[in-house]
């Protein structure tokens, strides 16, 4: 087969240009990586330039890994590691993984076990023979963390033959082409806001690029994207790329291993762990509301051990013919904007997913620079001629007015919000804006997913922005660790916080469509003193849009029967929480972004959205500018 024809031609290259020290026992594919098993690790490891040449020759990543012979015993080694990594570090455990030849060190301190430049990690390599891999111990436990975890450690024989798998149909030989072009077809979230999905298609590849549910749409007609397409086969996808943890952009990837996908999904490391509990929750709400199941609960963790996670800014080959590179889009935890490098210099294309082109109190501002870009796919949420949102500031003032008067006439202000993203964001700003004594002190409750989905945040820090991290690595002060913050983990202690005194609530859900927001606004509605407080986008048909409109009784279900009750609460609307850009950010974007792109596309947004910002960028930048339908196929090239 052609593959084994790759894999013996690098195995020439590796006994031409690496020394006979390093005792190489066995050369293979393992995801976009060469690996090489040798006796002698430290033979090429302290002389990097041998793997550099080689990698430079064979064009391709090299890994170098222990031959299973030279592993110490894992109990000498743990002992070993013990010793060696100074015990503030907070070591909590450790895990031996035999297939990849590493040990995985969990820690408190991740920063003291790498050691200064990487000295102690070094030591550790050296000394153990098993390659170490640090990572954080999330200083909030996460269930969810933890799970992923442990099914990453249990499923390592599962996963390092699907990473073999994947290496070598990513460097199988290319096929004879007709003529070169790029082709996208939208299966989803075109001229509309809910199951984003786009199909990259080249002469020689396929990859899916995000693939998500409309929570909203009450049919599965409309709910999900159209994989029954006819360009789309399950067997030729290369790939599946996911911008962020969102269900808009997530939440049908699982569907795509029940129908026998068994490929990689692409994705930073904490969209696994969010879109893990994103995934989860998705489906008990179904099953609370009754409803059929679009995948049965074992496929979410089929799609978490397929993962291949990257980092941004690291390239990598996802086909033979495509690089991808993920960079920040300053959406959510971990949102990327997906860069495709395809063909040899041929072509470039980016998809922002969701975009945040500001600077928030979680997060940087989104990525603007691309070695080469061709084609920009951009999301138009608020793309419409009049969507322009307050400042940041001035919103994060006006919700910290309406905090005040409400704790000072011994109201409790209540604050739905989605788990992921705007609650830790509006988290963050109450705790700053507390300790500097603007607001009243007054304790913070979480409730929902929201709790759990900070804990996420915390294994996370990289991932936030400069100040943040400062805070917390250099001056010891986390904002989630707060004091203030209070789980509310159980019924008895919900009643405790509603019937207690003056209070700030964040629940889930964010639209005031479900969950536990629902329980506080029917025992909080009638107190004149409270407030209610919307802070993200409340959809056509939802609850929260209903309140918005002025409704002052509202019908609402208690222990299963109809009630009605009486809106006396003061509701109030902060926009410019977003995690979205709003159109003059969008426009600033495209404005800002290096090399200036050929071609725009907007997606994500309702249709008049869409077809005004894709307009507006004609009319601006004089580049091509579309704004395609659902089930299109438009070509790049
Ligand atoms: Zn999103």
Not at 118 to 134: R, Y
Not at 148 to 171: A, M, N
Not at 276 to 292: P, T
Not at 434 to 458: F, N, P, Q
Request: hydrophobic share 35%; aromatic share 8%.
């Amino acid at each position: 087969m052609a593959v084994d024809d790759n894999l013996t031609s690098i195995k020439d290259a590796v006994k031409k240009k690496l020394s006979l020290t390093a005792l190489i026992t066995k050369v293979d594919f393992q995801g976009s990586g060469v690996v090489l098993y040798a006796k002698n690790p430290s033979a090429l490891t302290q002389n990097g330039d041998e793997i550099k040449e080689l990698a430079k020759l064979i064009r391709k990543r090299v890994i170098v890994r222990p031959d299973p012979s030279v592993l110490m015993d894992p109990e000498k080694a743990s002992k070993k590691i013990y010793e060696i990594v100074p015990e503030d570090a907070g070591i909590t455990d450790i895990h031996f993984d035999p297939n990849f030849g590493e040990v995985i060190i969990e820690a408190n301190k991740p920063g003291m076990v790498i050691g200064k430049s990487g000295k102690t990690l070094n030591e550790l390599k050296l000394q153990v023979g098993w390659i170490p891999k640090v990572m954080r111990t999330p200083p909030i436990p996460s269930k969810i963390v933890d799970s992923v975890r442990q099914l990453l450690i249990k499923s390592s024989d599962e996963r390092h033959e699907i990473l073999r798998k994947v290496g070598k149909r990513i460097y199988r030989t290319p096929g004879r082409r007709n003529g070169e072009w790029i082709r996208v077809s939208s299966f989803g979230g075109f001229r509309e806001v809910g199951r984003s999905s786009s199909y990259l298609q080249t002469p020689e590849s396929k990859v899916l690029i995000d693939c998500g549910i409309n929570v909203a749409a009450g049919d599965n007609v409309n709910a999900f994207p159209a994989l029954n397409l006819p360009e789309f086969n399950l067997q030729d996808l290369d790939g599946v790329v996911i911008t962020h943890a969102h269900l808009d952009h997530c939440g049908f990837v699982p569907y795509l291993y029940y129908m026998g996908y068994e490929g990689p999904v692409y994705c930073t490391p904490p969209t696994r762990d969010l879109m893990f509990l994103l995934h989860w929750d998705y489906l008990d709400v179904m099953d609370k509301e009754g409803r059929e199941l679009p995948y049965p609960r074992k496929f979410i963790k089929e799609t978490a051990k397929h993962v291949i996670p990257l980092e941004y800014g690291e390239v990598t080959d996802i086909a033979p013919d495509i690089k991808l590179t993920m960079h920040n889009a300053g959406h959510i935890l971990g949102s990327s904007i997906v860069h495709f490098h395809i063909g040899d210099g041929l072509y470039n294309l980016a998809y922002t997913g969701d975009l945040k082109f500001e600077r928030s109190r979680l997060l940087e501002s989104a990525s603007v620079r691309f070695p080469r870009l061709e084609a920009l796919v951009t999301e138009s949420t608020y793309g419409g001629r009049k969507d322009i949102q307050p400042r940041r500031v001035d919103a994060e003032k006006m919700l910290m007015d309406i905090i005040n008067e409400t704790l000072n006439r011994d109201g409790k202000v209540l604050i739905p919000a989605f788990s992921v993203g705007r609650a830790q964001e509006v988290m963050v700003a109450v705790e700053d804006q507390m300790s500097k004594g603007v607001i009243k002190e007054a304790r913070v409750y979480l409730d929902g997913m929201i709790w759990e989905a900070t804990a996420i945040h915390t294994t996370y820090p990289e991932y936030l922005n400069r100040e943040l991290r400062d805070q917390i690595f250099h001056k010891g002060k986390n904002p989630f660790t707060s004091e203030i913050f209070r789980r509310v983990s159980s019924p008895e202690v919900r009643k405790e916080v509603m019937e207690g005194g003056p209070c700030i609530i964040i629940s889930t859900s964010g639209m005031l469509t479900g969950g536990p927001v629902m329980e506080y606004l029917r025992n909080l509605a009638s107190d004149e003193r409270n407030s209610l407080v919307f802070v993200g986008y409340q959809a056509e048909g939802s609850l929260g849009r209903r309140i918005q409109k002025g409704w002052k009784e509202i019908p609402m279900s208690e222990n299963g029967k109809q009630v009605i009750v009486e809106m006396n609460m003061q509701s109030h609307t902060v926009d410019g929480f977003s995690g979205h850009s709003d159109r003059n950010q969008l426009i600033n974007y495209i404005r800002n972004i290096k090399p200036k792109p050929d071609k725009l596309f907007t997606v994500h947004g309702e249709e008049s959205k869409c077809i005004e910002l894709a307009s507006s960028l004609y009319k601006t930048f004089r580049s091509e500018s579309r704004a395609p339908q659902n089930f299109e196929t438009f070509r790049l090239k």
